[in-house]
Nanobody, 121 residues
Framework: QVQLVESGGGLVRPGGSLRLSCAASGSISSIMTMGWYRQALGKQRELVAFITTGGSSTYADSVKDRFTVSRDNAKNTVYLQMNSLKPEDTAVYYC???????????????WGQGTQVTVSA
């Protein structure tokens, strides 16, 4: 079984910063991309950023130059550093990873449970 566990969400004022972490554990043979999605109330889930094993990253236009995604392959962990936060960044943030399960032998998408980020004065 594979698990993704997120941490680091919370309440922050506009202009502030937060750092999210997500650690993958369990029966993992290999991890390809890792990244973050978010879902605001009443809206569809959207991509925030993702990063490949080699370190190439992709960002949504709305977060470019404010957010940075990184990963520690040795720890199977992905991070999202969020700076200059805006009220419109308020959402539940979900970690995502494309993982080859050692037990099943199949590549699949896995999701974390979500962590709330609220940007408000």
């Amino acid at each position: 079984q594979v698990q993704l566990v997120e941490s680091g969400g919370g309440l922050v004022r506009p202009g502030g910063s937060l750092r999210l972490s997500c650690a993958a554990s369990g029966s993992i043979s290999s991890i390809m991309t890792m990244g973050w999605y978010r879902q605001a109330l009443g809206k569809q889930r959207e991509l925030v950023a993702f990063i490949t094993t080699g370190g190439s990253s992709t960002y949504a236009d709305s977060v470019k130059d404010r957010f940075t995604v990184s990963r520690d392959n040795a720890k199977n962990t992905v991070y999202l550093q969020m700076n200059s936060l805006k009220p419109e960044d308020t959402a539940v943030y979900y970690c995502n990873a494309y993982i080859l399960s050692r037990t099943v032998g199949v590549w699949s998408d896995y999701w974390g449970q979500g962590t709330q980020v609220t940007v408000s004065a």
